[in-house]
């Protein structure tokens, strides 16, 4: 095992947070505001994947088709959050799942009736295209490390919008006391609407880059937004500072255990069964992690009082 | 409450009935599509015990539902490949043999789950059950011995003592007796003292932790039970449709079953039911209307959700008295 291996393992590890980190934000800042669990944000992910790929393949350009994701989602979330979301904040959770869980269906049937079910293909720009070398030989994908950046700018800019603008201080005021903001004479049900489009928008993103990467198609949404739940639970619900730390270790457990663990275990086992045993436990190694971590803290890391 | 006990009844009756009708007309297939109904009712009656009467809102009862499945079904394989299983014990053909190992499999694995899971509440409570879920999924997924992704076939459905199982009539027999076993259950713990204090535990926790009865052994009580019911009845499910595969672990069957609770009432003795008849048959309603039922079907549960609490079993038999 050579170090330039490790490193791009790393690597791989730290674009899958990253990307993770974009799903968890939203659903942390939608559930640390509104108190909504919101399932159908791998849809919002999905369309911005599909806003992409269509805008993309009609203008040749991937930077449209980038913001053009944004836009879609952003869109898509605020329509969503206007007709049937706001009708479930003062809802239990389980009415909620269930809601949502529904407009899973609607999203991904709908989807599928739109498009088809074949995936489309979104090329990466050519401006990111080729490899940069790594140190101790190899190369790593310079359209990954673009992901690191984004995300590492879009976990920049979230910090600073919270922490320093106006907007950013209704959405703490929310977190904190839904009624009195409202008593104050802000505008609660635009705040709402504004914070799940910027999380939908987020989601879009992901989708986006992720979709240069994989195919695009119906049902992609739905492992990312299960991961990203496990990062919300580790990181602490409502936290974006335990979505950022839970994403990078939910990403980096979850490629270095695909990478190290058969390897590992041909130290115990001959190959043939390492490689089996090494899979089926890599697969199953966040959920294991997590299990440990709410065993020990119940409300994750980084819980957010309540 | 007078008219809910009519209301179960006919539902009930409507439920066997059907198939009988169906037989001596000489349509099997509406006898499989009633036995679908029962065995998903019955795993909706298992989810009912934890989140009807506990509140404990498990987003990961496909992993007991599942785990039924492949009880069945790698017996089945054993028993079909005249393997042991381990040790040199011999495989079964057996149900009753079958669900019984399904139930305690399912018990055993639910006591850990629910040991950690109910640590916690709220919102972590519903991630947490669907990350255990997840777990096993994936485990099912990546251990090729069974299927892997494929699934594994059930050559020959397994076998009751003195039944032909083959046939669908008997095995919608065999499944409807056991539903009636699950509803018994059911009832039977909502009256008991045991019942009493799992739902004071899901009306106020810490009362009734005052009067000397701490929540969390109840709750993994019905956890436990609540998953060898689901489990049972993912058992039958394998047999129905001589086949398991991992997506009956997969988080949208956690969905469903969900649903079939939500839709037919929660906390209600036959809101399974109603629920599950309900589902089954707008699947199949609308799958022969349009390719694209899902959507529909989602845009149903939408209007349940969103318009219609209480479910099914609040419209026909009004609201519950207490609860």
Redesign the interface.
């Known amino acids: 095992m050579s170090t330039a291996l490790l490193i791009e393992q790393l690597l791989n590890g730290l674009q899958l947070g990253v990307m993770l980190f974009l799903m968890a934000a939203g659903l942390t800042l939608i559930?640390g505001v509104m108190g909504l669990?919101n399932l159908a944000h791998g849809s919002l992910y999905m369309i911005g994947a599909f806003a992409c790929a269509l805008v993309a393949a009609a203008t040749g350009s991937f930077w449209i088709g980038l913001l053009a994701s944004l836009v879609a989602a952003a869109a898509a979330g605020a329509i969503v959050e206007i007709l049937?979301i706001r009708?479930?904040y003062e809802r239990d959770?389980?009415?909620q799942?269930?809601?949502t869980?529904?407009?899973?269906?609607?999203f991904?049937?709908?989807a599928?009736?739109l498009f088809g079910s074949f995936p489309l293909y979104l090329d990466i720009p050519p401006l990111l295209q080729g490899a940069v070398p790594l140190p101790g030989g190899g190369q790593y994908q310079l359209y990954r490390l673009g992901i690191i950046t984004v995300g590492v700018l879009v976990a920049l800019g979230l910090y600073l919008l919270i922490s320093r603008t106006r907007l950013g201080m209704r959405i703490r005021a929310g977190e904190s006391d839904r009624e009195m903001i409202a008593a104050l004479g802000v505008d609660i049900s635009t705040l709402y609407t504004v914070v799940f489009a910027l999380g939908a928008a987020l989601a879009g993103l992901a989708g986006a880059m992720v979709g240069a990467l994989q195919s695009v198609q119906v049902g992609m949404g739905?492992p990312v937004l299960?991961l990203a739940?496990?990062v919300?639970?580790i990181g602490g619900?409502g936290s974006i500072k335990g979505a950022l730390f839970g994403a990078v270790l939910v990403g980096i457990v979850d490629t270095m255990g695909r990478f190290l663990l058969p390897q590992a275990l041909t130290l115990v086992l001959p190959p043939s069964q390492a490689a089996?045993v090494g899979?089926?436990l890599a697969?199953?190694l966040i959920?294991?992690v997590?299990?440990l971590i709410?065993?020990v803290r119940?409300?994750?890391l980084f819980a957010a009082q309540s | 409450m007078k008219r809910e006990a009519i209301a179960n009844a006919g539902l009930a009756l409507l439920l066997l009935a059907v198939p009988l009708a169906a037989s001596t007309m000489g349509e099997p297939f509406y006898i499989t599509l009633a036995t679908r109904i029962a065995v998903l009712a019955l795993a909706a009656v298992g989810l009912n015990i934890a989140l009807g009467l506990g509140g404990l809102v498990s987003f990961g009862h496909a992993a007991f539902f599942g785990l039924g499945g492949y009880a069945a079904g790698i017996l089945a394989t054993h028993a079909f490949n005249a393997e042991p299983l381990f040790f040199g014990i011999p495989s079964t053909t057996s149900m009753p043999v079958i669900w019984l190992v399904a139930m305690l499999v399912c018990g055993l694995i639910a006591l850990p789950i629910g040991a950690i899971s109910l640590r916690t509440s709220g919102v972590y409570f519903i991630m947490i059950t669907l990350a255990f879920a997840q777990m096993i999924y994936y485990f099912a997924i990546s251990w090729p011995a069974y299927g892997g992704e494929d699934g594994l076939s059930i050559y020959v459905r397994n076998s009751f003592p003195g039944i032909n199982t083959a046939r669908p009539l008997p095995f919608f027999l065999v499944c409807y007796g056991l539903l009636a076993l699950g509803l018994m259950l059911f009832w039977a713990l909502r009256g008991s003292r045991f019942g009493a204090a799992l739902q004071a535990a899901r009306q106020n926790a810490t009362r009734l932790a005052a009067v000397g009865i701490p929540p969390f052994r109840i709750r993994l009580t019905a956890f436990a039970i609540s998953a060898m019911v689901t489990g049972l009845a993912g058992a039958l499910f394998a047999d129905l449709n001589r086949f398991t595969s991992p997506s009956m672990l997969s988080w949208h069957m956690s969905g469903e079953l969900l649903v079939l609770v939500i839709l037919g009432g929660k906390g209600r003795l036959f809101g399974p039911v109603a629920g599950a008849m309900l589902y089954v048959l707008l699947e199949y309603w609308l799958g022969g209307i349009t390719e694209r039922w899902q959507f529909f079907l989602g845009l149903i549960l939408l209007g349940v959700v969103l318009f219609a609490r209480g479910g099914l079993m609040g419209l026909i038999a009004g609201k519950e008295r207490h609860g």
């Open positions: 559930f669990i049937v009708r479930l959770h389980l009415d799942v269930l809601a869980f529904a407009l899973i269906l609607m991904s049937e709908g599928r009736w739905e299960i739940f496990v919300i639970v619900i089996l899979g089926a697969s199953m959920y294991i997590m299990a709410l065993a119940p409300s994750g």
